[in-house]
């Protein structure tokens, strides 16, 4: 605590005492019966003044030691061993108030990680479930295929589609919040987590008539795989649903200094320019029609996220009405590497 925050807070006392000094003068000036030579009068006010100051400097002593006591006591989790320590009733009260608040929020915090676990729990168990009956869906539909209209099955096929993918964005989303117990730093050829994005989306290339093409060197660069590999995964399925029938689609990998950026550009409409800002917002969706699948506005929201805890680099932009590009950028940052190898 400051002096004057000190000042602050003990403002009456200070009043008091110099409406208390302001009287005695007053008092002096106005009794003319009132005899006292002028250098006692010197010595009284230099006394009063030095034995002012004498208080001044105690007090405040006094109180910023109260104050940092009290401070170090909430540091300590206000355990009530410490409680007896306070010499000042006033202080010992705050304490106790303090250390009840401590014990109901642990208590209310020990409550909801025990519901955040067992829900966490349920919902990944509903997810592996839910598995075994997509699966079996995506199978009978396979082996039905030519039982089906062309229209019909394309259909089914792309709702399947957006189950599976729905399903494995909220699994995503579990694991994100524990991204740091399970991530794996190594070097990863760009033409495997290329090929690792692309992997389910052929069906939807097919059914829009939609080119793809995969240009530049092929580079290694230093990721955790599984979660490049969704986030390449996102953006390429925001491509799909973005890029209109007959479209195209190119994946660039290209280096500069001691960055690797992967590229993923679509035709299109692209986005406008007062809404580049927002693409990777919670929720975001545009309003430009789609190419088969539907817009959550989620999956690019989850992108930067990983994006950010990976420490690469997800940008966006657009020339509306011509395409759209998203951007992932690798640099290399040997502090990650050595992290791995600890």
Known sequence: MNFIEYVKE?????LYIMLA????????????SFNISQSNANYIMTGWGLLFMTFVALDYGIFNSRVKRFMRYCD??????????FAYPTDKIYAALVHNLVVEYEQYKADIDTKATEELEFITKWIHDVKVPISAARLTLENHEHDLSRDLYQSIDTEMFAI?????RVFYELKSNRFYDDYKIQKVSTKRLIAHALKGYSNFFSYNKIQISIEGEMYQVLTDEKWSGYILSQIISNAVKYTP???HIIINARKNDNEITLSIKNSGKGILGKDIGQVFNKGYTSSEN?????ATGYGLYLS???????????TAESQYGEYAIFNLTF???????HVTKM
Request: aromatic share 12%; no cysteine; glycine share 6%.
């Open 76 to 85: 300590l989790k206000a355990s009530f061993e410490e409680l007896d320590d």
């Open 10 to 14: 003990r403002w009456i006392t200070y």
């Open 164 to 168: 599976e993918e729905s399903v494995q």
């Open 304 to 314: 930067k996220k990983l994006s950010n805890m990976l420490g690469h680099r997800l």
């Open 290 to 294: 789609r190419s088969g699948m539907k």
């Open 331 to 337: 640099i290399e940052n040997e502090t990650i590497h």
């Open 21 to 32: 000094f302001t009287f005695s003068l007053v008092v002096y000036l106005l009794d003319k």
């Open 245 to 247: 029938y007959g479209g």
